[in-house]
């Protein structure tokens, strides 16, 4: 029911730059996390960046002064501006949200996934 529609990826030199972007819809209005995910061929999916609905920000070491993840909670769309590219970037990337639901006053966690989109970095 909740889908996430990225947009922003692409084909860019080293030391460029890209901006990826990411707009959810369903029938849930606030999400308590959404953010970026990354997969290269012959690796595990990994964590980029992450941004809770208060705005606290999530980093993998690798992206750290490089990536900038923000988020248009009214929009419910978050972005990942990519700076000074390198070539091991390169990756499929994925916007991700999470969302909670109350069932008997447990809370349990509810996530999905965009399609991803290809981001490539050349030297």
């Known amino acids: 029911q909740v889908q996430l529609v990225e947009s922003g990826g692409g084909l860019v030199q080293a030391g460029g730059s890209l901006r990826l972007s990411c707009a959810a819809s369903?029938?849930?209005?606030?999400?308590?996390?959404m953010g970026w995910y990354r997969q290269a061929p012959g690796k595990q999916r990994e964590m980029v960046a992450t941004i809770t609905s208060g705005s606290s920000t999530n980093y993998a070491d690798s992206v750290k002064g490089r990536f900038t993840v923000s988020r248009d909670n009214a929009k419910n769309t978050v972005f990942l501006q990519m700076n000074s590219l390198k070539p091991e970037d390169t990756a499929v990337y994925y916007c991700?949200?999470?969302?909670?639901?109350?069932?008997?006053?447990?809370?349990?966690?509810?996530?999905?996934w965009g399609q991803g989109t290809q981001v490539t970095v050349s030297s």
């Open positions: 991700n949200a999470i969302w909670y639901n109350m069932v008997a006053g447990v809370r349990f966690q509810s996530s999905a």
């Open positions: 369903g029938s849930i209005f606030s999400f308590n996390v």
